[in-house]
């Protein structure tokens, strides 16, 4: 069974900066691209940021560029996202998920991934 499950939301004030994490289970992690989602209330789920299986090759959403950072560790099996200058834009449930990645492309579409975890609440207070 796969399993996917993010860590280290929160609640931070405007400027500030969180670290996410996800561990996955019951798939070979280094084979999948690993991307982070997020959905506000009332909005549909958007990408934030995707990493290849081998890290080469990551993938940001404009709003995202130049403040987060995404790094996977495929030793054990986790994926991280790294979100600085956080504004209060920025408050939404994050989700990771996992697409089956060698041979296919890294993708920003939702619909392409294969499995999600349940997400973890960022809250940035202005």
């Known amino acids: 069974q796969v399993q996917l499950e993010e860590s280290g939301g929160g609640l931070v004030q405007a400027g500030g900066s969180l670290r996410l994490s996800c561990i996955a289970s019951?798939?070979?992690?280094?084979?999948?691209?690993m991307g982070w989602f997020r959905q506000a209330p009332g909005k549909e789920r958007e990408l934030v940021a995707a990493?290849?299986?081998?890290?080469?090759?990551?993938l940001f959403a404009d709003s995202a560029k130049g403040r987060f950072t995404i790094s996977r560790d495929n030793v054990n099996n986790m994926a991280f996202l790294r979100m600085n200058s956080l504004k209060p834009d920025d408050t939404a449930v994050y989700y990771c998920?996992?697409?089956?990645?060698?041979?296919?492309?890294?993708?920003?579409?939702?619909?392409?991934?294969?499995?999600w975890g349940q997400g973890t609440q960022v809250t940035v207070s202005s």
């Open positions: 998920a996992a697409r089956r990645g060698i041979g296919v492309p890294l993708s920003l579409d939702v619909v392409n991934y294969d499995y």
């Open positions: 019951g798939l070979p992690f280094s084979s999948y691209h």
């Open positions: 990493i290849s299986w081998s890290g080469g090759v990551e």
